[in-house]
C-alpha cells in the first residue's frame, strides 16, 4: 500500500479553469478568423497564425487532457510521437519544395 | 496500476494518439506536400467557407469544454450532471459533422470529388479521416451514456469517461491544425 495517490488519480484543474480554458480558446479562433482580413498583417500572418494554433493545442493539450497534472510518463509517450510528427511534416513538405508560402 | 504509476488502459490510450499523431501527421504532409499543385479547379481559394468552418471549430472547441465538464462531474459522482454534459458533447459531435456533411454536400455541387484533382483527393482523405473519427468518437461516448442511463456504469468508472474525453480531445487538436494549415493560411 502506497502512501500517494497514483498519478492518474491526482487532482486535476477547477471547473473555474476549464471555463477560463475555454474562453481563451473561443478568443484566439475568433482572432484567426479575424487576422485573415487585416491586410497590414500579411507579411506576418503564416508565423502569426501557426503560433495561435500553437496556443489552443497546448492549452487543450495541458488543461483538458490534464498533461499539466499527470504523470511524465503520458507526457513522454505522446509529445515524443508529436515531435517527430512535425518533424515528417517539415521535412517532406521542404522535399517537395511546399514549406508553407516558401515556394521555389 | 504498474510500475509508472499510471492505470494500464489510460497509458494505452495515450500510446494510440501518439500513434494517432503520425497517422495525421502524413496526411497532413501529403496535403502540403501537394498543395497548389492541382492542374485543374476548383482550388482551395475558390471553395473553402472559412465562416462555415470557423464555426465548426467553435463547435468543436466547446464540445472539449463540455467534455471536460462531463469528466469532471463524472469524478465527483455527479452521475446527473455528467449525463448531461456527456449528452450536450454528444449533441456538439453530430453538430461537427452535420457541418462537415454540409460542406462535403457543398464541394460535390460545386465539381470537387476526390478525383477531380490533387487538392480534392488530399483534401476528402484528410478532413474524411478526422471526420470518420469524430463520428467513432460519437458512438463512443453515446455508448457510455447509454450503460450510464441503464445503471451499469458506476462512480468508479469515472476513468472509462476519461479515457473517451482523451480521445475526443485528440480528435479536436487535430481539427485545431487542420483548420489552421488548411483553411486559414492562404
Known sequence: ?104 | VGDTGVDHRKLAIWVFLGSECFFFGTLIATYLAYRGRSVVGPHPHEILNIPLTTASTFVLLMSSLLMVLALAAAQRGDRRQSRIWLALTIFFGVGFLGFQAWEFTEFIHEGLTLQTNLFGSTFFTLTGFHGGHVAIGVTWLATLLVLDLRGRLSVGDALKVEIAGLYWHFVDIVWIAIFTLIYLIP
Open chain 1, 1 to 104: 500500500v502506497t502512501a500517494t495517490p497514483p498519478h492518474d488519480q491526482a487532482e486535476h484543474a477547477s471547473v473555474a479553469t476549464y471555463l477560463k480554458v475555454a474562453a481563451i480558446l473561443a478568443v484566439i479562433t475568433a482572432l484567426e478568423f479575424a487576422v485573415i482580413y487585416i491586410r497590414a498583417l500579411t507579411p506576418i500572418l503564416v508565423p502569426l497564425l501557426l503560433v495561435m494554433s500553437a496556443a489552443k493545442f497546448a492549452l487543450v493539450v495541458l488543461f483538458f487532457m490534464h498533461l499539466r497534472y499527470d504523470s511524465k510518463v503520458l507526457s513522454t509517450v505522446f509529445l515524443g510521437p508529436l515531435v517527430i510528427a512535425i518533424g515528417i511534416i517539415v521535412a517532406l513538405t521542404t522535399l517537395t519544395g511546399a514549406f508553407l508560402v516558401y515556394h521555389r
